[in-house]
């Protein structure tokens, strides 16, 4: 089995960075993923890191430490429009298929 | 273009009634899954499957029920045992094992 932390909200403000990070338990997995979900609409995927150090994609970037069970999303240059849930989630090796998710990270961006 | 399809978008059904969710996909995926979302929770697996005509029980199978006959369509259906069936139900697809997850836009259930 595993299990995924995240915290449950973080407040910023427009032009900040933000860093959510994600800490889990797992016997073997096979990447560590970040989806983000605006209220009311559909997971849309971020990132993805398979191996550890860092991933970047524009203003959003992905670390991942297999030593130390951790990752983080860190968001750059914050936008209002970056106001949304985001979400860890690992793919567990002993049970092809099966993506778990963290409970997701508010984040609120202020003026 | 190519995506997922739930429908439908929002659904009241009555105690004791048995409902059909459903989805489509036609990016030619061979895994789709089914999660449910709470207010403020996080994904839960209902059932996934990784190819047709198989399928594995999630962490809350219990009250659901799917079927894969097609690569492009798999179905949920929340029977009348799952005893708190209001939530916001999504689907999604994934090409292998380590690819993205494409979710669908959600299907709302009220139970009245």
Same mark, same amino acid.
């Given at each position: 089995?595993?299990?995924?932390?995240?915290?449950?909200?973080?407040?910023?403000?427009?032009?900040?960075?933000?860093?959510?990070?994600?800490?889990?338990?797992?016997?073997?997995?096979?990447?560590?993923?970040?989806?983000?979900?605006?209220?009311?609409?559909?997971?849309?995927?971020?990132?993805?890191?398979?191996?550890?150090?860092?991933?970047?994609?524009?203003?959003?970037?992905?670390?991942?430490?297999?030593?130390?069970?951790?990752?983080?999303?860190?968001?750059?240059?914050?936008?209002?429009?970056?106001?949304?849930?985001?979400?860890?989630?690992?793919?567990?090796?002993?049970?092809?298929?099966?993506?778990?998710?963290?409970?997701?990270?508010?984040?609120?961006?202020?003026? | 273009? #190519?995506?997922?399809?739930?429908?439908?978008?929002?659904?009241?059904? @009555?105690? #004791?009634?048995?409902?059909?969710?459903?989805?489509?996909?036609?990016?030619?995926?061979?895994?789709?899954?089914?999660?449910?979302?709470?207010?403020?929770?996080?994904?839960?697996l209902i059932y996934?499957?990784?190819?047709?005509?198989?399928?594995?029980k999630g962490d809350?199978a219990?009250?659901?029920?799917?079927?894969?006959?097609? @690569?492009?369509?798999?179905?949920?259906?929340?029977?009348?045992?799952?005893?708190?069936?209001?939530?916001?139900?999504?689907?999604?697809?994934?090409?292998?094992?380590?690819?993205?997850?494409?979710? #669908?836009? #959600?299907?709302?259930?009220?139970?009245?």
């Amino acid at each position: 089995g595993q299990s995924l932390e995240q915290p449950s909200e973080v407040t910023a403000v427009e032009g900040a960075i933000v860093q959510i990070n994600c800490t889990y338990q797992t016997s073997g997995f096979y990447g560590l993923s970040w989806y983000q979900q605006h209220d009311g609409g559909a997971p849309t995927f971020l990132s993805y890191n398979a191996l550890d150090g860092l991933e970047e994609t524009g203003r959003f970037s992905s670390f991942l430490s297999r030593s130390d069970s951790y990752g983080y999303l860190l968001l750059q240059e914050l936008q209002m429009k970056d106001s949304a849930s985001y979400f860890c989630a690992v793919r567990e090796t002993d049970s092809w298929g099966k993506l778990q998710f963290g409970a997701g990270t508010q984040v609120v961006v202020t003026p | 273009d #190519g995506g997922i399809t739930q429908s439908p978008k929002y659904l009241f059904r @009555k105690e #004791g009634q048995n409902v059909t969710l459903s989805c489509e996909q036609n990016l030619n995926h061979d895994a789709m899954y089914w999660y449910r979302q709470d207010p403020g929770q996080g994904l839960r697996l209902i059932y996934y499957s990784q190819i047709v005509n198989d399928f594995q029980k999630g962490d809350i199978a219990e009250g659901y029920s799917v079927s894969r006959e097609k @690569k492009e369509s798999f179905p949920l259906t929340v029977t009348s045992a799952q005893k708190n069936p209001t939530a916001f139900y999504l689907c999604a697809s994934s090409p292998g094992i380590t690819g993205e997850l494409f979710f #669908g836009e #959600g299907s709302r259930l009220t139970v009245l």
